[in-house]
């Protein structure tokens, strides 16, 4: 007889099968209860009949067979070459943890048949549990189970004393598929596996660590909440990927959609004469769209393949830790290590290799006067933009993300998701000065009394004000700009540094633009050196740059290598301070030729400063540094000499950008929180002086006088007008 395994058929006799998903001991092929469950090296399990048929299905066309992709992440695994296609499926390891699993809630069901008698035909409801032969039997089969010779000894219980026990204590006894009688008692560190006492006197007796499993079980056990965490980031970081692969798509799909509308205009200038050539040149425009939407998909499907098997593998894990055998942990973390290991590479592998498509339009300059002529309308260009999306959390030495040939792209390209889930632990903490206990991790920050942190906030807090807005995009501009730099200069003028076009831009006193540099690669942020110097950073060739500025030209004067890419600045006294994206993730001091004097990744107590350190400023005294960083969503603030100040997260400061002090008062904008906050230079909050007038507030900068603060805005999300907007607000005064 066959019946389904429901969570309301178990309903009240189970103690601990509510934390298990039913999805997990259903077959993704059938929808049915696991019947003799195979594992591919994805970690997805299937039915042996299923995935046997699916085998069969998906190599027709192959001459001869070679392999076959997993049902559910497309994964390609190969066949064994020496097995004839229809029994490749008997060559998949049996998954015995699930057969288990599955066999011990099947034991507990309400309506339990006697194993014994379903051999005969009969249904009987079964009373008691032997053990020893992993069967049910019925009053009448218990008895003369009971007498029997070679089963009297075996230990019979009732199963209504069992119903309430752990799964794995019902769980069947694993044997060795090469020994025949011999259990799995042994495990083989060099090898990831488990042995039975034959195996390991025949063929691992030359391996250097192996241990009995209950041994190695409680050695390894403690690596299991780490290793549920990494699962946990390589799916955020899959999730981060496609979304970008979905804003990818659309982006696409709208230069397509206005290539075709210019592509439509032309056509209507120039009569019937030209309906060949404006089919043509739209079949070739529909041709690269399809081949870049097969790349796309191809790069969506890769990460939600990698999310599935992390997610299995996390339901995998967490149900073995719970409910399995030492056996069935081992073969789990053994299997979950390398599969993690395989996500990781094909994550760097994709994340290193991501484009940005785009597609433009040129007509034929002799268009106009050439109609009668015309052999084309023009021609494609497909621009394939390098993006980074890193993972949010220190991958391994073997697997870095970050190359020398990748280019620094802004956070429009890559947006990162914020959960809300994942932000209740950060809110409302304000990490107190360092006195003499360690800093406090977010984890145990949670739990203490955060008004104890810092000084109440005053009843009221003064708004700045709107003065003026100007545009920051300038004649010769054809995007929108994105603008990640700003500083002000000798007699109140402005430098811009726009990302997207590659250009300094000066504006006089009055906000009127004056002139710009387009320099060889993007820059990102600048700071003010002495006078009219400024130094710009450069991440793609991990570079500053220092020019002068004079009435209507920039001129290089200087620069030097950072060792890694560079990105916010912060300058006092020929004393530069500069976030860095290495690993791991630093903030070095350098001097003006170049000198790296300190380099700060570490806090005293040994702990990671930074995930991703993004925009820096000093004090005037040049005593203390303060860092925004765009992963771990705080502001940071640490003394020249690298001792951690404090740190805060603050639940109405999301996503903080850039950051700018002036003598007591540090300002910090919220991007994801449309707002800018002032805090004390001693950590303590004060509150938000701007909330209406901007989007998506990015870099600030504040007047020599400290009567006003520049705001530049930039998101993906932004309207074209706002991300070419500059907006100064008049700081209030603060009442002491």
Same mark, same amino acid.
């Given at each position: 007889?066959?019946?389904?395994?429901?969570?309301?058929?178990?309903?009240?006799?189970?103690?601990?099968?509510?934390?298990?998903?039913?999805?997990?001991?259903?077959?993704?092929?059938?929808?049915?209860?696991?019947?003799?469950?195979?594992?591919?090296?994805?970690?997805?399990?299937?039915?042996?009949?299923?995935?046997?048929?699916?085998?069969?299905?998906?190599?027709?066309?192959?001459?001869?067979?070679?392999?076959?992709?997993?049902?559910?992440?497309?994964?390609?695994?190969?066949?064994?070459?020496?097995?004839?296609?229809?029994?490749?499926?008997?060559?998949?390891?049996?998954?015995?943890?699930?057969n288990g699993l599955l066999n011990a809630a099947k034991l507990r069901a309400e309506d339990?048949?006697?194993?014994?008698?379903?051999?005969?035909?009969?249904?009987?409801?079964?009373?008691?549990?032997?053990?020893?032969?992993?069967?049910?039997?019925?009053?009448?089969?218990?008895?003369?189970?009971?007498?029997?010779?070679?089963?009297?000894?075996?230990?019979?219980?009732?199963?209504?004393?069992?119903?309430?026990?752990?799964?794995?204590?019902?769980?069947?006894?694993?044997?060795?598929?090469?020994?025949?009688?011999?259990?799995?008692?042994?495990?083989?560190?060099?090898?990831?596996?488990?042995?039975?006492?034959?195996?390991?006197?025949?063929?691992?007796?030359?391996?250097?660590?192996?241990? @009995? #499993?209950?041994?190695?079980?409680?050695?390894? &056990?403690?690596? !299991?909440?780490? =290793?549920?965490?990494? +699962? $946990? *980031?390589? %799916?955020?970081?899959?999730?981060?990927?496609?979304?970008?692969?979905?804003?990818?798509?659309?982006t696409l799909e709208d230069t397509a959609r206005h290539v075709k509308n210019q592509i439509?205009?032309?056509?209507?200038?120039?009569?019937?004469?030209?309906?060949?050539?404006?089919?043509?040149?739209?079949?070739?425009?529909?041709?690269?769209?399809?081949?870049?939407?097969?790349?796309?998909?191809?790069?969506?499907? @890769? #990460?939600?393949?990698?999310?599935?098997?992390? &997610?299995?593998? !996390?339901?995998? =894990?967490?149900?073995? +830790? $719970? *409910?399995? %055998?030492?056996?069935?942990?081992?073969?789990?973390?053994?299997?979950?290590?390398?599969?993690?290991?395989?996500?990781?590479?094909?994550?760097?592998?994709?994340?290193?290799?991501?484009?940005?498509?785009?597609?433009?339009?040129?007509?034929?300059?002799?268009?106009?006067?050439?109609?009668?002529?015309?052999?084309?309308?023009?021609?494609?260009?497909?621009?394939?933009?390098?993006?980074?999306?890193?993972?949010?959390?220190?991958?391994?030495?073997?697997?870095?993300?970050?190359?020398?040939?990748?280019?620094?792209?802004?956070?429009?390209?890559?947006?990162?998701?914020?959960?809300?889930?994942?932000?209740?632990?950060?809110?409302?903490?304000?990490?107190?000065?360092?006195?003499?206990?360690?800093?406090?991790?977010?984890?145990?920050?949670?739990?203490?009394?955060?008004?104890?942190?810092?000084?109440?906030?005053?009843?009221?807090?003064?708004?700045?004000?709107?003065?003026?807005?100007?545009?920051?995009?300038?004649?010769?501009?054809?995007?929108?700009?994105?603008?990640?730099?700003?500083?002000?200069?000798?007699?109140?003028?402005?430098?811009?540094?726009?990302?997207?076009?590659?250009?300094?831009?000066?504006?006089?006193?009055?906000?009127?633009?004056?002139?710009?540099?387009?320099?060889?690669?993007?820059?990102?942020?600048?700071?003010?050196?002495?006078?009219?110097?400024?130094?710009?950073?450069?991440?793609?060739?991990?570079?500053?740059?220092?020019?002068?500025?004079?009435?209507?030209?920039?001129?290089?004067?200087?620069?030097?290598?950072?060792?890694?890419?560079?990105?916010?600045?912060?300058?006092?006294?020929?004393?530069?301070?500069?976030?860095?994206?290495?690993?791991?993730?630093?903030?070095?001091?350098?001097?003006?030729?170049?000198?790296?004097?300190?380099?700060?990744?570490?806090?005293?107590?040994?702990?990671?400063?930074?995930?991703?350190?993004?925009?820096?400023?000093?004090?005037?005294?040049?005593?203390?540094?303060?860092?925004?960083?765009?992963?771990?969503?705080?502001?940071?603030?640490?003394?020249?000499?690298?001792?951690?100040?404090?740190?805060?997260?603050?639940?109405?400061?999301?996503?903080?950008?850039?950051?700018?002090?002036?003598?007591?008062?540090?300002?910090?904008?919220?991007?994801?929180?449309?707002?800018?906050?002032?805090?004390?230079?001693?950590?303590?909050?004060?509150?938000?002086?701007?909330?209406?007038?901007?989007?998506?507030?990015?870099?600030?900068?504040?007047?020599?006088?400290?009567?006003?603060?520049?705001?530049?805005?930039?998101?993906?999300?932004?309207?074209?007008?706002?991300?070419?907007?500059?907006?100064?607000?008049?700081?209030?005064?603060?009442?002491?």
């Amino acid at each position: 007889m066959t019946y389904r395994l429901t969570h309301r058929s178990l309903a009240g006799s189970i103690a601990d099968l509510s934390d298990i998903a039913e999805e997990f001991l259903i077959c993704p092929i059938c929808s049915e209860d696991f019947n003799d469950p195979r594992t591919l090296s994805c970690l997805h399990s299937f039915c042996h009949d299923c995935i046997s048929e699916h085998i069969l299905q998906s190599t027709t066309e192959q001459k001869p067979p070679g392999s076959f992709s997993c049902p559910v992440c497309k994964r390609v695994v190969d066949g064994p070459s020496h097995v004839p296609i229809d029994s490749w499926a008997n060559d998949l390891p049996v998954n015995n943890f699930l057969n288990g699993l599955l066999n011990a809630a099947k034991l507990r069901a309400e309506d339990r048949r006697c194993d014994t008698c379903l051999h005969r035909n009969r249904k009987v409801l079964a009373s008691y549990w032997c053990d020893d032969c992993g069967e049910s039997l019925c009053d009448e089969c218990n008895q003369v189970h009971s007498s029997m010779k070679f089963t009297q000894s075996h230990q019979s219980v009732q199963i209504e004393n069992i119903k309430n026990l752990p799964f794995k204590s019902t769980s069947g006894h694993a044997y060795c598929p090469d020994h025949e009688g011999k259990s799995l008692d042994f495990y083989c560190n060099d090898h990831g596996v488990v042995l039975c006492g034959a195996c390991v006197t025949v063929s691992h007796r030359q391996c250097s660590s192996v241990k @009995t #499993c209950r041994a190695a079980a409680a050695e390894y &056990r403690d690596e !299991t909440s780490t =290793l549920i965490d990494n +699962l $946990k *980031h390589q %799916t955020e970081w899959s999730v981060r990927i496609m979304d970008n692969r979905r804003h990818c798509v659309d982006t696409l799909e709208d230069t397509a959609r206005h290539v075709k509308n210019q592509i439509a205009n032309i056509r209507k200038q120039i009569n019937d004469v030209l309906d060949a050539q404006e089919n043509r040149i739209l079949e070739e425009l529909d041709d690269l769209k399809t081949k870049e939407m097969e790349i796309l998909e191809s790069e969506k499907e @890769t #990460c939600q393949g990698i999310m599935s098997t992390t &997610r299995n593998s !996390t339901a995998l =894990l967490k149900n073995a +830790l $719970k *409910h399995g %055998t030492e056996n069935d942990l081992l073969s789990c973390i053994a299997q979950i290590k390398k599969e993690t290991r395989l996500s990781e590479r094909t994550l760097k592998n994709l994340s290193n290799n991501l484009k940005d498509v785009y597609v433009d339009f040129k007509p034929d300059k002799n268009l106009p006067s050439l109609l009668s002529h015309l052999k084309e309308l023009g021609s494609f260009a497909v621009t394939r933009q390098s993006i980074l999306i890193p993972p949010s959390y220190a991958v391994r030495a073997d697997t870095v993300l970050i190359t020398e040939e990748r280019a620094t792209i802004e956070d429009e390209q890559h947006p990162t998701i914020e959960k809300e889930e994942h932000l209740k632990e950060f809110k409302n903490i304000v990490l107190p000065p360092i006195t003499s206990t360690p800093i406090f991790t977010p984890q145990k920050a949670t739990h203490l009394p955060v008004q104890s942190f810092r000084k109440p906030r005053p009843a009221s807090v003064r708004l700045a004000a709107l003065e003026q807005s100007f545009r920051g995009q300038t004649p010769n501009d054809r995007e929108n700009c994105s603008l990640t730099g700003a500083v002000y200069i000798g007699n109140g003028r402005i430098v811009l540094v726009d990302q997207v076009h590659r250009k300094l831009k000066l504006f006089d006193h009055q906000y009127k633009w004056v002139t710009e540099k387009v320099l060889s690669v993007r820059p990102y942020d600048i700071t003010g050196c002495s006078g009219n110097d400024v130094a710009v950073t450069l991440p793609k060739e991990k570079k500053v740059l220092l020019f002068t500025v004079r009435d209507t030209e920039f001129s290089i004067i200087g620069g030097f290598q950072t060792g890694a890419k560079c990105f916010g600045i912060g300058s006092t006294q020929d004393l530069f301070a500069v976030s860095c994206y290495t690993s791991p993730p630093s903030v070095k001091l350098m001097s003006r030729e170049g000198r790296e004097l300190k380099v700060f990744t570490r806090d005293q107590f040994g702990q990671d400063l930074f995930f991703f350190p993004d925009y820096i400023t000093i004090d005037k005294e040049g005593c203390n540094l303060f860092v925004s960083d765009k992963y771990k969503k705080s502001v940071i603030s640490l003394t020249v000499k690298g001792e951690k100040r404090w740190e805060v997260r603050y639940h109405h400061l999301k996503g903080p950008r850039g950051v700018a002090v002036f003598g007591t008062r540090l300002f910090v904008a919220g991007n994801r929180s449309h707002n800018i906050l002032e805090m004390s230079t001693e950590g303590e909050v004060i509150g938000a002086i701007v909330i209406d007038g901007i989007s998506n507030p990015h870099k600030l900068a504040v007047s020599p006088g400290g009567e006003r603060i520049l705001v530049t805005q930039q998101h993906m999300t932004l309207s074209k007008a706002e991300k070419n907007i500059v907006k100064i607000f008049r700081i209030p005064k603060r009442k002491m």
